[in-house]
């Protein structure tokens, strides 16, 4: 089964409204995790490292008063689009390291939410 | 230069022949390598991981590795029609630990 949870997995909003994506990691702790953006046809796009406890880092290019990133607990992190504009509307996905292993290791992936703005 | 690159194809196959998908990378001192398997609308699925030089086999996978040429391939033997999916070469950043994926490459398996 899964083990990183993902939710919602539609949302479909007007524009301006924020969104709020949770991204959970079941039966184990995850004390970083990772935020991705796709675009149709393209690839993964690693937009920040949300870090439980502390801020999150955001890549270049990426508006952290846009894409506010909260990792309060050891099992949650969540991406808010705030005031979403259509072209915000991508596939948003999040992932985690397994429990017990590095970063350089293969990630949990979320199953991904599909936000579409009007 | 990107950083992971691959050839967005589609790169057709006839069902039963071996699929070639390859993919070079630009930090070289990159330790972990991965090929994901994505099909439409999903989140991408591990297939294979490899870190060390040479071949790595599961089932009807196999990675290469050339960490002097900083070449890593994915080859499908048998290639079937639910193989056909987007191909995603990921490369591990040694500098932040980061998970770096190409543009994917579009494999089609005909029946």
């Known amino acids: 089964g899964a083990v990183v949870s993902q939710h919602p997995s539609r949302v479909i909003c007007k524009s301006g409204t924020s969104v709020k994506i949770e991204c959970r990691s079941l039966?184990?702790?995850?004390?970083?995790m990772f935020w991705y953006r796709q675009f149709p046809k393209q690839s993964l796009m690693l937009m920040a490292t949300s870090n439980e406890g502390s801020k999150a880092t955001y890549e270049q290019g990426v508006e952290k008063d846009k894409f506010l990133i909260n990792h309060a607990s050891l099992t949650l992190s969540t991406l808010t689009v705030t005031s979403a504009h259509p072209e915000d509307s991508s596939f948003y996905i999040c992932?985690?390291?397994?429990?017990?292993?590095?970063?350089?290791?293969?990630?949990?992936f979320g199953d991904g939410t599909r936000l579409s703005i009007l | 230069q990107k950083e992971v690159e691959q050839n967005s194809g589609p790169l057709s196959v006839p069902e039963g022949a071996i699929a070639s998908l390859n993919c070079t990378y630009s930090d070289r001192v990159s330790q972990s390598f991965f090929w994901y398997r994505q099909y439409s609308g999903k989140s991408p699925e591990l297939i294979m991981s490899?870190?060390?030089?040479g071949d790595k086999e599961d089932g009807r996978f196999t990675a290469q590795l050339n960490k002097a040429s900083q070449y890593v391939s994915l080859l499908i033997r048998d290639s079937q029609p639910s193989d056909s999916a987007t191909y995603l070469c990921a490369v591990v950043n040694t500098g932040g630990f980061k998970t770096i994926f190409g543009a994917g490459t579009r494999l089609f398996v005909k029946a």
């Open positions: 039966d184990f702790q995850a004390t970083t």
């Open positions: 490899i870190y060390s030089n």
């Open positions: 992932s985690a390291p397994p429990a017990g292993t590095s970063l350089d290791q293969p990630q949990h």
